[in-house]
C-alpha cells in the first residue's frame, strides 16, 4: 500500500510542511515587529505582504489540481 501512494503521501506531506513554514514565518514575523515597537502601518503592510504570500502558494495549489484534474 505504501508503494502505491508514495506520491500522494509525499504531496501531503510537502503541503503540511509548507503549511508550517508560513505559520513560523508568521510568528517571526510577529515577535520582530512586536520588540522593533512597528507603527501600525507597518505591521498592516508586512502582513499584507505576508498573506499575498499564502494566497499565492494557495492559488498555485489549486491551478496544480485544476490543471491535473
Not at 513554514?21 to 507597518?42: E, Q, R, S, T, W
Not at 505591521?43 to 491535473?68: H, R, W
Amino acid at each position: 500500500m505504501l508503494t502505491e501512494h508514495y506520491e500522494q503521501i509525499e504531496a501531503i506531506g510537502f503541503e503540511i510542511a509548507i503549511v508550517g513554514l508560513f505559520f513560523l514565518m508568521a510568528l517571526v514575523v510577529h515577535d520582530v515587529l512586536k520588540k522593533n515597537d512597528v507603527p501600525l502601518i507597518g505591521k498592516v503592510v508586512v502582513y499584507f505582504v505576508l498573506l499575498l504570500g499564502t494566497a499565492g502558494s494557495i492559488f498555485k495549489g489549486i491551478m496544480q489540481l485544476v490543471i491535473e484534474g
